[in-house]
Every structure is written in structure tokens, then in C-alpha cells.
């Protein structure tokens, strides 16, 4: 069985090694994975349209978009699609900079150009790439919060 593994530096080698033991093969490719419940992540291994994995930065995405179970990841000139869920990505990253706008979005909010006040308790958002985005209603007020209006 292929298993995913995201801890911490001082945790990985270790557990990394005993799954190997009890053989577990650790892939990037894996639909299992072991996570830290703290856990934090600086890059994203994605895969772009010719099914290279890829690494990105942190600091260069621009948002998560789910497109039923397609999970796609937006840099400035590129998409590419990541294997984690919406879920996953939003616990991966620091919540004051990566914030989940709706049930199917999380956006990086240092690419937030415009933010436009919608109908109903609601924003768009539109983004250094040119893309437009809604904040819902459920997410409106922790949106609020973190921004900080």
C-alpha cells in the first residue's frame, strides 16, 4: 500500500522508516496519507497537464478550486492539479494566509487585488491573475475576520 506521509522534519524519518518495515511504500502518488494534526507546509507536490510532478512554493499559489473531485491549483500563468482534498490543503496552510472563501475555493489573500461588496452578505474577489471569485454567505463573517473589516 502507498502512504503519503506530512510531518515535521524530526518526525518523518522516523515514522518513514518503521512504515517501510511494516511494508508501506511512501509515494506521492498515495491515496492514504498520515498526517501531523499540526502540521505545516511551505510547497505543494502537484501534477501539471503532462502528469509531471511538480513543486510550488507556497508563496506563489494563488488559490484552490474544487471542480468535483478535482482539485485544481492556480499560480499566476499555470494551473495544476493537486492529489489532496480542499479539506487537507486548508489544515496544510497557515489559515491568516491561505483563508476557504466557500465550499469550493481557498485563496491566498496576498493575491487579493479587489475586494467588491455583493448582494446579501456576500464579496467577489478579484485576484492578481485577473480571476474573480465569491466569498458565500457561510464564509462571509470568518473572511471578515481575517481580513480585518
Do not use: W
Amino acid at each position: 500500500m502507498k502512504i503519503k506521509i506530512l510531518l515535521n522534519d524530526e518526525k518523518k524519518e522516523l515514522y518513514e522508516k518503521k512504515l517501510i518495515e511494516a511494508g508501506f511504500i511512501i509515494s506521492e502518488e498515495a491515496t492514504v496519507f498520515l498526517v501531523e494534526e499540526d502540521f505545516k507546509t511551505n510547497y505543494l507536490i502537484v501534477k501539471d497537464e503532462d502528469n509531471f510532478y511538480m513543486k510550488l512554493n507556497k508563496d506563489d499559489i494563488i488559490c484552490f478550486e474544487s471542480f468535483g473531485h478535482n482539485i485544481i491549483c492556480e499560480i499566476m500563468d499555470k494551473k495544476y492539479r493537486a492529489k489532496e482534498k480542499l479539506y487537507q490543503l486548508e489544515s496544510m496552510f497557515d489559515q491568516t494566509e491561505f483563508i476557504r472563501i466557500s465550499n469550493s475555493v481557498i485563496v491566498n489573500i496576498n493575491y487579493i487585488e479587489k475586494i467588491i461588496p455583493s448582494i446579501g452578505m456576500k464579496f467577489k474577489l478579484k485576484l492578481k491573475n485577473g480571476k474573480t471569485v465569491e466569498v458565500t454567505r457561510n464564509y462571509y463573517y470568518k473572511f471578515k475576520e481575517t481580513i480585518g473589516i
